[in-house]
Antibody, heavy 120, light 109 residues
Framework: QVTLKESGPALVKPTQTLTLTCTFS??????????VNWIRQPPGKAPEWLAR???????FYSTSLKTRLSISKDTSKNQVVLTMTNMDPVDTATYYC????????????WGQGTLVTVSS | EIVLTQSPGTLSLSPGERATLSCRAS???????LAWYQQKPGQAPRLLIH???YRATGIPDRFSGSGSGTDFTLTISRLEPEDFAVYYC??????????FGPGTKVEIK
């Protein structure tokens, strides 16, 4: 059974760095073809893809946010970590981690999400 | 960048009725790269359809997807009470690699 769960602060101040952790089970990021992503969704809006990390260590970032994002993995702990620098109130959103399906075109399993509010 | 638009924004229907949701792309999209998700309040999106027409594991057969090129459709043959939710289409293509449409809300009439 595949599960993912996000953890991190619920509130961050403007200009601070956000660090989120995705802890997953039911698959391994050492297995060929496995890829974990971060996706965010501002209140009342559509989801927005942020970043992806692959079993082989390849990383991909949203073009519009790549200067602020960093994604990493700890395969021994089955965790993927996202950092986002210079947080702004417009970054207030629910942040999800999600596994990419094998073809690489859709997200087959999602975490429950964690709401991050950016406010002073 | 391929932009997805969804219509209508809101669909007001009664249980038992048929729902037809549209997703239109600004440029042609490979059918294998089009997916649909359902999202209920306070929950994560749930994969319904991938490859434009293939139901994900465990999805009831009242959900079906069709279309090609720039026009795709999600059909719910007979609405059940649990089907009232927001539905998003999503495409895979060049940057941004994955993008979602703005969503269609299916509400109880």
């Amino acid at each position: 059974q595949v599960t993912l769960k996000e953890s991190g602060p619920a509130l961050v101040k403007p200009t601070q760095t956000l660090t989120l952790t995705c802890t997953f089970s039911g698959f391994s990021l050492t297995t060929s073809g496995m890829r974990v992503n971060w996706i965010r969704q501002p209140p009342g809006k559509a989801p927005e893809w942020l970043a992806r990390i692959d079993w082989d260590g390849d990383r991909f970032y949203s073009t519009s946010l790549k200067t602020r994002l960093s994604i990493s993995k700890d395969t021994s702990k089955n965790q993927v970590v996202l950092t986002m620098t210079n947080m702004d109130p417009v970054d207030t959103a629910t942040y999800y981690c999600a596994r990419l399906g094998i073809p690489g075109t859709y997200f087959d399993y999602w975490g429950q999400g964690t709401l991050v509010t950016v406010s002073s | 960048e391929i932009v997805l638009t969804q219509s209508p924004g809101t669909l007001s229907l009664s249980p038992g009725e048929r729902a037809t949701l549209s997703c239109r792309a600004s440029q042609s999209v490979s059918s294998s790269s089009l997916a649909w998700y359902q999202q209920k309040p306070g929950q994560a999106p749930r994969l319904l359809i991938h490859g434009a027409s293939y139901r994900a594991t465990g999805i009831p057969d009242r959900f079906s997807g069709s279309g090609s090129g720039t026009d795709f459709t999600l059909t719910i043959s007979r609405l059940e009470p649990e089907d009232f939710a927001v539905y998003y289409c999503q495409r895979y293509d060049s940057s941004p690699l994955w993008a979602f449409g703005p969503g269609t809300k299916v509400e109880i009439k």
